[in-house]
């Protein structure tokens, strides 16, 4: 019988990891290799398709065809659509017969197995073993929600970037599902492939730069309020904090790059303040993966907040990181289960801040694993409840002024963990009152900030 891989991925980044995977030999030979792409953003129509971005043409040799999920479902969004479970078998001969897949054994290598479009994908071909790879520090947190055990029970591994060496995954640990890496070397060659015809690159850098040339900071922009995490002026405030703490390190030449899902965004009152720092700003409005221009741009020094690409900098093109704004992001993060509670720990764990008083040397991988267990626990306690014991000794030994951040009272309090509220004070978080002057208190404290 005929073996065919179906490989989905919904960005340029995913696809290099995949690529980065195939040259490793981590997948098993087959008889074909599809490329399954699927545009997410929120009004496709309004964004270029994956296979349009340059770059893409150098990654497409590693597939033997390319198809696209938007087309197949439209006109529904890959977000929001899924089979009902009456329907499945339809979909699967319509697919089988539209894809050209006949009676092949389906293998699927799938991102983000938490929602859809992988969901669904995963449940139109039920038999089919499944990979799941991850290109971010989420793989680092545990599932996100509650998975159905015909999905979770397929999954053989879970494929990451070793993006901090030694730390192993939580994701689908409640099934036991092993982890692998891919090899950093072989990521790195596929970003180099899309490095090489960035051709519009060459106004911001020369091919071959003087020696002499202005060292550049490059800053990655966030999309914090567009999943209403902060406003609009705070998201800009914390970009300021990036100009101005770059500034401050002697940094006269500074690149900021959007986030690629971010709504578009005046940049005038970055231009301002760079301006009035004397420093040149340079906006890329254009969507490009942060490694090309580590590769491009070869910058002095890369600040974020927690995206995933300050761990790829920092891990694997060994440029020097600092984060700023991680503090505020683990007091805003609601409900405490967010996804993006590990990522944003780790950033803040891990790196070092942009901005004076500089801390204490950042935490080894294995003070890390250990807090993050703790953390896994308590965001998600019913689907690993083995980590108790783990969130239970880390909490009793570690809590001190700087790792309370990565916890909420009331959440300990509500499991029962070190660190809880004293019994007699229990009756505090279901007191009305004590709650409506807790919320004055903390908004007085943000409008000081």
């Given at each position: 019988?005929?073996?065919t ?9 995913g ?8 040259d ?7 008889d074909?290799?599809?490329l399954?792409l699927?545009?997410?953003?929120p ?7 994956l296979?349009t971005?340059p770059g ?7 597939f033997?065809?390319v198809?696209s ?7 529904f969004?890959?977000g929001g659509w899924?089979p009902?479970p009456?329907?499945?078998?339809l ?6 017969a539209?894809?050209?897949?006949g ?11 938490q929602?859809n479009?992988a969901?669904a994908?995963?449940q ?13 520090l989420?793989t680092y947190?545990?599932?996100?929600n509650?998975l159905?055990?015909?999905?979770g029970?397929?999954?053989r591994?879970?494929?990451?970037l ?6 192993r995954?939580l ?9 692998e890496t891919?090899?950093t070397?072989a990521?790195?060659?596929s970003?180099?492939?899309l490095a090489?015809?960035?051709e519009e690159?060459?106004d911001?850098v020369?091919p071959?730069?003087?020696?002499h ?10 999309y914090l309020s567009a ?7 705070e998201?800009?405030?914390l970009h300021?904090?990036?100009v101005?703490?770059?500034a401050?390190?002697g940094h006269r030449?500074?690149?900021f ?14 231009a301002?303040a760079?301006?009035?720092?004397g420093v040149?700003l340079?906006?890329?409005?254009r969507?490009?993966?942060?490694e090309?221009?580590?590769e491009?741009?070869a910058?002095?020094?890369?600040v974020?907040c927690f995206s995933t690409?300050?761990?790829?900098a ?6 020097p990181?600092a984060?700023v704004?991680?503090?505020l ?7 405490y289960?967010?996804s993006?509670r590990?990522?944003?720990t780790i950033?803040?764990a891990l ?7 500089l ?10 694993a ?9 965001m ?9 014991g783990?969130a239970?000794?880390?909490l009793s030994t570690?809590l001190d002024a700087?790792?309370w951040?990565?916890?909420k009272?009331?959440?300990l309090?509500a ?6 509220l004293?019994?007699q004070?229990?009756?505090?978080p279901r ?7 807790a919320r004055r208190?903390?908004?007085l404290?943000r409008?000081?900030?």
């Open positions: 019988m005929r073996t891989q179906i490989f989905a991925a919904s960005t340029l980044y696809v290099a990891t995949l690529v980065a995977a195939l490793s030999d981590c997948f098993a030979p087959a074909r290799r599809l399954l699927s545009n997410n953003a009004v496709p129509e309004t964004s270029a398709p296979d971005l893409f043409a150098a990654l497409r040799g590693r033997d065809g198809l999920w938007n087309d197949t479902i439209a006109p969004h890959p899924s009902r009456d329907d499945v078998p979909w699967e001969r319509q697919l089988r539209v894809w050209g897949l009676d092949d054994r389906i293998e699927l290598a799938l991102e983000s197995i929602v479009p969901q994908v995963a139109l071909f039920p038999d089919a073993p499944l990979t799941v790879y991850a290109d971010g989420m947190g545990p599932t996100r509650k159905d055990p015909l999905i029970s397929r999954v591994r879970v494929l990451h070793d993006l901090v060496p030694g730390l995954p994701l689908l640990g409640e099934f036991g599902v092993p982890s891919v090899p070397a990521f790195v060659r970003v180099s492939e090489e015809v960035e690159l060459n911001l020369p071959n730069p003087s020696a040339d202005e060292p550049v900071a490059l800053l990655l922009g966030q999943l209403a995490i902060l406003t609009a002026a998201e800009e405030e300021l904090r990036m101005r703490g770059a401050a390190r030449r500074i690149v790059k959007p986030h690629p899902s971010a709504p578009p965004a005046s940049a005038h009152a970055l301002e760079a301006a009035d720092l040149q340079t906006v890329l409005e969507p490009l993966l942060a090309v221009l580590y491009r741009l910058p002095a020094l890369v974020g690409a300050l761990l790829t920092s891990a694997f093109y060994k440029i990181v984060r704004g991680t503090e992001l683990l007091d805003r993060l609601a409900p289960q967010n993006n590990v990522p944003v950033a803040d790196l070092p801040p942009l901005e004076p008083p801390e204490a040397d950042p935490s080894p991988a294995g003070d890390l250990e807090l993050l267990d703790a953390v896994g626990y308590a998600q306690p019913e689907l690993r409840p083995e980590l108790r783990a239970e000794r880390y570690s700087r790792t951040r990565y916890f009272r009331r959440r309090t499991l029962a963990l070190p660190g809880a004293p019994a004070l229990g009756f505090i007191n009305a009152t004590v709650r409506r002057m208190a903390r908004s404290t409008r000081t900030r």
